[in-house]
């Protein structure tokens, strides 16, 4: 490797490594990708490449491969911010990077050798630099501590709260937060193993550094504030719009009141306090390298995705940190919104069209007491509810109530609600659960109406 030091932003998934991106790529001294960077391992998402036996063009497509959702918008790459027309120049990178890259080179090395060709592609290189680094990936889980340590690789730990991280994680899929909590912790715990076994970690406030506070980044590379830093980071990086990210911050607030005093929010809250210390257990490590390892055999995407390993690593770290068995002190009100959509319907990412839920009619005045954050989880499980009711309600006559009666209806059909309707198919089953009620309505008017009355 060169001259250059080397860094990488490392994510936990969402916690937002490109406004770190960008704060840095406005220092005169740092050369930075835009984008999310080595996302996509062929058809694996945040795995390492699978790079053996590949020519060199191939490694550079695979190391440059995209990732696009199925309206072809690309929302992973170095390229997705950047237009289309602008993206050509890179086949000068490529075949300069096949004709310089060596097979031998290690892992690190290839991913460094292959944004050196890259930066100045995309406009991103500083010449007279002394950083070159990228962001996209969870480094910690894809690239082998040995060789961050032997190449003196600096990782960044781009972190948020844990309410906006929740809230982050909460808008494109249907994530149960109270499972994501264990995600969390695992990752704390990771980082703070790595930073043990000689890892270079720093942890940077991605959201703080959007915001323009972006000391502590330059810090963390050991740099000076830049006396004039650009006003713009540059083609292809993320600009915050604080607008827009208030909205965050509402469903961060949200989140928040619905967690807060649950023993396992409470650790998660907490974490940075107990697990330096708690990483140090051998127990912990061993099980901490069996998760990384199984990680890179894996494919699942989903920040609830929890199993044994994880339930353990959780189980075993919050035993040694002496909190283990603290109590949920809240009152019935007080937890009946996590109640209700963590224990009355349960389900995951990858089992939500087929949640379980013990609830046979309608809460009626308790609906009152749920909280309802905008975010497809929560939507998703109140509509469950609405259709498991009246499912319930279209088999007996004798009593009925009306859709419109229940407070988490009225809710959903407030004007709050309108944006978050036009996703995931939602304002389409609200329809049909409206249509189902008219129905259900029709037919307990008619077992009202005395045989004969001709009424």
């Known amino acids: 490797m060169g001259n250059l030091k080397y860094f990488v932003i490392d994510t936990l998934g969402a916690t937002a490594p490109e406004f770190i991106a960008a704060a840095l790529a406005q220092h005169p001294q740092v050369s930075v990708l835009p984008g999310l960077a080595f996302v996509r391992d062929d058809v694996r998402l945040y795995r390492p490449h699978r790079l053996q036996d590949l020519s060199a063009l191939e490694v550079f497509d695979r190391l440059w491969s995209p990732s696009y959702e199925p309206s072809g918008r690309m929302w992973a790459g170095i390229g997705r911010r950047i237009p289309r027309q602008d993206v050509a120049v890179l086949e000068q990178a490529r075949q300069h990077f096949a004709q310089s890259w060596r097979p031998a080179s290690s892992y690190v090395e290839t991913l460094f050798h292959f944004a050196e060709q890259v930066a100045p592609a995309v406009g991103a290189w500083k010449a007279g630099g002394s950083h070159l680094g990228f962001c996209g990936a969870p480094f910690l889980k894809t690239i082998d501590w040995d060789e961050l340590i032997a190449h003196d690789v600096q990782v960044i730990s781009s972190e948020t709260s844990l309410p906006i991280w929740l809230a982050l994680v909460s808008y494109r899929s249907i994530v149960n937060g109270l499972d994501a909590l264990k995600y969390w912790i695992v990752h704390k715990l990771l980082r703070a193993s790595a930073s043990r076994a ?258």
């Open 198 to 455: 000689g890892v270079k970690v720093q942890v940077v406030d991605a959201v703080a550094t959007a915001k323009r506070a972006t000391d502590a980044a330059f810090s963390a590379l050991g740099l000076a504030a830049a006396a004039a830093p650009d006003d713009a980071p540059g083609l292809g990086h993320a600009l915050f719009d604080a607008t827009l990210f208030a909205q965050t911050e509402a469903l961060a607030a949200d989140l928040a009141r619905l967690y807060q005093g649950d023993p396992l929010y409470d650790a998660a809250s907490d974490a940075d306090k107990w697990v330096d210390a708690v990483a140090a257990i051998p127990e912990v490590q061993s099980l901490l390298r069996h998760y990384v390892t199984q990680w890179k055999t894996t494919a699942h995407i989903h920040f609830d995705t929890v199993g044994p390993l994880e339930n353990e690593i959780v189980t075993v770290a919050l035993r040694h940190a002496g909190i283990a068995d603290r109590d949920d002190m809240r009152s019935f009100e007080e937890r009946f919104s996590q109640a209700f959509f963590h224990e009355h319907i349960r389900f995951r990412s990858y089992s939500f069209e087929s949640p379980t839920i013990d609830l046979d009619i309608w809460l009626g005045s308790l609906e009152r007491l749920v909280t309802l954050p905008h975010a497809p989880y929560f939507v998703h499980a109140t509509l469950k509810y609405l259709e498991r009711c009246l499912d319930n309600q279209g088999k007996w006559f004798d009593s009925y109530s009306p859709l419109s009666d229940s407070p988490l209806y009225q809710l959903l059909r407030g004007p709050d609600f309108a944006h978050t309707l036009a996703g995931h198919d939602f304002a389409a089953r609200l329809e049909r659960i409206e249509q189902r009620d008219a129905e259900i309505a029709a037919r307990a008017r008619e077992r009202a109406v005395k045989p004969g009355s001709g009424a």
